[in-house]
Structure formats: C-alpha cells, structure tokens
T-cell receptor, first 111, second 114 residues
C-alpha cells in the first residue's frame, strides 16, 4: 500500500510570495495533520483536519491556512512568505484517534 | 505545560545497546511515541506505548515508561549502522486527543560507529 505522499519535494520561493503544498493520505485514513520542522528542531503542529473540518490549530499566524478535500487529500497554504518560513513541512495521516504516519515532507526555502 | 525533552546526542559502537531517554510534562498523556528520521526524510513511526503500560517490546526495540517520573526510554538492542538517525519522542497532551496534536522533543541524534 502507498504511504502518505506529498508534493512538491522541494520548493524555492521569494519573500512575500504565496505557496501551496499538497498531501495525499494513506488509503482509508480520514484525518490529516500538518507540521513544520525547522532545521535542528522537532516538528511543530500546525493543523489537523478530519472530514474537511479543522479539528485543531497550533500557534501559527493567520498567514497559514489549510483545507481538506472530499477524497481526504489536503492543501497547506502560506501567504506573504517570510524567511523564517523556510522549513520542512510534514503531512501525517491517521485513522481517527490512532497513530500518525508521516510523508517524506516538502522542503521549502524562502529567499 | 507542554514540553518534551531529550538529550541531543548519543554515540555507540555497532553491536552495543542504545538507550535514548525522554522526559515529558503532561502526566495525562494517553499515548507516547517514538519516531525515527533519517537525513532528508520524513518521520518513521517506530513504536508507541499506552500510558497504562510499563513496557513494550517489539523485536530489537524496548520501550520503558515510568509515569511517576514522566520518563520514557527507547532501547535498541544490537545497534546497527543503519540505526544511525535522529530519534524523536512525542506525546499527545491532555485535551488534545481530539485534535491529534503531537508534541515532539528536539530529537536525539544516534551515531553508530562500526
């Protein structure tokens, strides 16, 4: 079975631009979470979505938004990019209330 | 508060056992997890333990949980060079079970010398 997939793998953007990252969960998983991992640190929780509804939000500004589609895939959007948004963005999927399985991540570089 | 702490670095010889330690602050956490991250990759779920358990063994991996001291450890038996990676401890704090919000430690880099 395919694991969690994310696209693109790498992305370079300029300050002030907008970016969209995509995630496809494991088949049968209806819950998707997004994390930001800055170099040298552990992942930080951004959002969780279940059945297209936001179930949780971490301490991130409103520039960060997400949505989940009827097929349970998800997009993370970041507006007005800052240099500090450079990070590995990880998506995880799970059955409700169960352990989370992570994708390979999208490496975002903001210049 | 929500905080998970780990030592930053551990170096062992191939064939030895490795013990990676973690402390957490939320005594109400129901599940605690260990993830492995290789360079440039995502996180791989290694194992997890429910809070009403003291120990869980899965092949070369043994997880020990001391709820009184809020201490979690991961023991890797017969450590191999392929075990070289960053290991993260994580918990879902009380009140976050509906959101699935994982709180991660800063990671322990395991170096395995041949």
């Amino acid at each position: 079975d395919a694991g969690v997939t994310q696209s693109p793998t790498h992305l370079i953007k300029t300050r002030g631009q907008h970016v969209t990252l995509r995630c496809s969960p494991i088949s049968g998983h209806k819950s998707v979470s997004w994390y930001q991992q800055v170099l040298g640190q552990g992942p930080q929780f951004i959002f969780q979505y279940y059945e297209k509804e936001e179930r949780g939000r971490g301490n991130f500004p409103d520039r960060f938004s997400a949505r989940q589609f009827p097929n349970y895939s998800s997009e993370l959007n970041v507006n007005a990019l800052l240099l500090g948004d450079s990070a590995l963005y990880l998506c995880a999927s799970s059955l409700v209330g169960k352990e989370q399985y992570f994708g390979p991540g999208t490496r975002l570089t903001v210049t | 508060g929500e905080d998970v702490e780990q030592s930053l670095f551990l170096s062992v010889r191939e064939g030895d056992s490795s013990v990676i330690n973690c402390t957490y602050t939320d005594s109400s956490s129901t599940y605690l997890y260990w993830y492995k991250q290789e360079p440039g990759a995502g996180l791989q779920l290694l194992t997890y333990i429910f809070s009403n358990m003291d120990m869980k063994q899965d092949q070369r991996l043994t997880v020990l949980l001391n709820k009184k001291d809020k201490h979690l450890s991961l023991r890797i038996a017969d450590t191999q060079t392929g075990d070289s990676a960053i290991y993260f401890c994580a918990e879902i704090p009380h009140g976050s079970s509906n959101t699935g919000k994982l709180i991660f430690g800063q990671g322990t880099t395991l170096q395995v010398k041949p």
